[in-house]
C-alpha cells in the first residue's frame, strides 16, 4: 500500500531512452546526506507501473527545489499475488568520485585547476569553489585511492582544510555554507522538532598527540606535540603516538591538527527528529533553542529524510563548530 507522501516531495524517475516518470504510488522512501561523504543517497519503493523500462537516473525535488539527481545503481521488481513493485537504490552524480581510482603516481607541481579538473568535472562534480589558486611541489596518489580521498589530500595540504560537496554540487572548503536553521519549539521561525538527543561524548576527545618526525638509536623519534588543555581541564588523560604517511613528510603540524580534527570532531552531538520534509543539507549551518540550553556555533553534518508507513520524517545531526580545528 502506497504512504501518504509529503506534499512537497516529488520523485522522478529517467529512463535509458530520457523518457520521464513521476512516481505517484510510494511505499516508502529514504534520502541520506552526509557530510563528509561525497555520494547522497536516494532509496525509494513504488507501485508505479515501470514495465520493462531501464530507469537510469532519479531526482528528488522539495518544494520544486532539487535535492537530489543522482545514478540509479539497483533497480529491483518483487512480483506478488497483489501485484508488483519496483525499488530503486540511488546516489549522486559525485559518487563517481568514490567509484574510480586514481592512478598511483607521484604529481610534480600539480595546481588546483589540474586537480578539479582531472579529479573532479570528470567524475561528477559540477565545479569548485576554492579559497585560492594553489600548487603543490609534490604530492604522492597512493595505490587503491579514490579521486576523492586524492582531492581531499590535496585540500589538506594545500588550504588545511577538509573538502566536502555542498548543495549545489560543488567542491568547497568554505567549512560551513551561509543557509542556517533554527531548531526550537518555541520560536515562530525554528524548525520545531519531536525529540532532541544532545550528547557529549568526551572518550572522543584526546589531550595530547605525539607526531613522529624520524628515527633514533632505539626506535621513532617524536619531537612534535600538540596538547588539548580544554579536554585536560575536564579530567581527561588520553594520549596517542602517530605517524603520518609519507604525503604528510615535513608538515609534523598539519597532520597532527588533522588527526585531531579526524577523531574528535562530532564530540559534540545533536540528533533531532523533526516532522516532515525539509531541506536541509549537510554543511548548512544552524542553531538550537531550548528552555534547557541553547547552542548557536552548529552546522549539520548529517540529514536523513524517510517516508513509510510511519510518516514523514527529517532526522538532523548537528555537530559543534570549534570541532573544526582548521575552520
Known amino acids: 500500500m502506497a504512504v501518504a507522501l509529503a506534499r512537497n516531495a516529488v520523485v522522478i524517475g529517467i529512463d535509458q531512452n530520457g523518457g520521464r516518470i513521476v512516481f505517484q504510488k510510494i511505499v516508502s522512501l529514504a534520502f541520506e546526506s552526509d557530510r563528509y561523504s561525497p555520494a547522497d543517497s536516494l532509496s525509494f519503493t513504488a507501485l508505479d507501473a515501470v514495465s520493462d523500462r531501464l530507469i537510469v537516473r532519479a531526482e528528488l525535488a522539495l518544494d520544486g527545489k532539487k535535492v537530489f539527481e543522482g545514478i540509479v545503481d539497483v533497480q529491483r521488481q518483487t512480483i506478488g499475488q497483489n501485484g508488483s513493485c519496483h525499488s530503486f537504490v540511488c546516489r549522486r552524480d559525485t559518487c563517481r568520485m ?31 569553489s576554492l579559497p585560492k589558486s594553489a600548487v603543490l611541489p609534490q604530492i604522492l596518489a597512493k595505490k587503491g585511492a579514490s579521486h576523492w580521498e586524492f582531492i581531499t589530500l590535496f585540500c589538506r595540504l594545500a588550504y588545511h582544510k577538509s573538502p566536502y560537496i555542498d548543495r549545489n554540487g560543488t567542491i568547497t572548503c568554505e567549512p560551513f555554507q551561509e543557509t542556517e536553521h533554527c531548531f526550537s519549539n518555541r520560536r515562530a521561525e525554528g524548525i520545531p522538532f519531536t525529540e532532541a538527543v544532545l550528547t557529549d561524548d568526551r572518550y572522543l576527545l584526546l589531550t595530547k598527540v605525539w607526531v613522529k618526525t624520524g628515527k633514533e638509536e632505539y626506535g621513532a623519534a617524536y619531537q612534535y606535540v600538540l596538547s588539548n588543555p580544554p579536554a585536560a581541564k575536564l579530567g581527561i588523560l588520553r594520549e596517542r603516538y602517530y605517524n603520518p604517511e609519507n604525503e604528510w613528510k615535513g608538515e609534523s603540524s598539519l597532520a597532527a591538527r588533522q588527526y585531531y580534527e579526524d577523531k574528535q570532531a562530532g564530540s559534540f552531538e545533536i540528533e533531532l527528529t523533526v516532522p516532515g520534509f525539509y531541506d536541509i543539507h549537510a554543511g548548512d549551518t544552524a542553531r538550537f533553542d531550548d528552555p534547557r540550553g541553547s547552542y548557536n556555533h552548529l552546522y549539520v553534518t548529517r540529514v536523513r529524510i524517510s517516508s513509510d508507513a510511519s510518516g514523514n520524517m527529517t532526522k538532523v545531526t548537528l555537530w559543534d563548530q570549534y570541532g573544526l580545528i582548521n575552520q
Not at 101 to 110: G, R
Not at 112 to 123: E, F, G, M, R, V
Request: aromatic share 16%.
Open 98 to 128: 568514490l567509484d574510480n581510482e586514481v592512478k598511483p603516481y607521484w604529481y610534480f607541481n600539480l595546481t588546483s585547476d589540474q586537480l578539479i579538473k582531472t579529479h573532479a568535472l570528470p567524475y561528477g562534480a559540477s565545479g569548485a
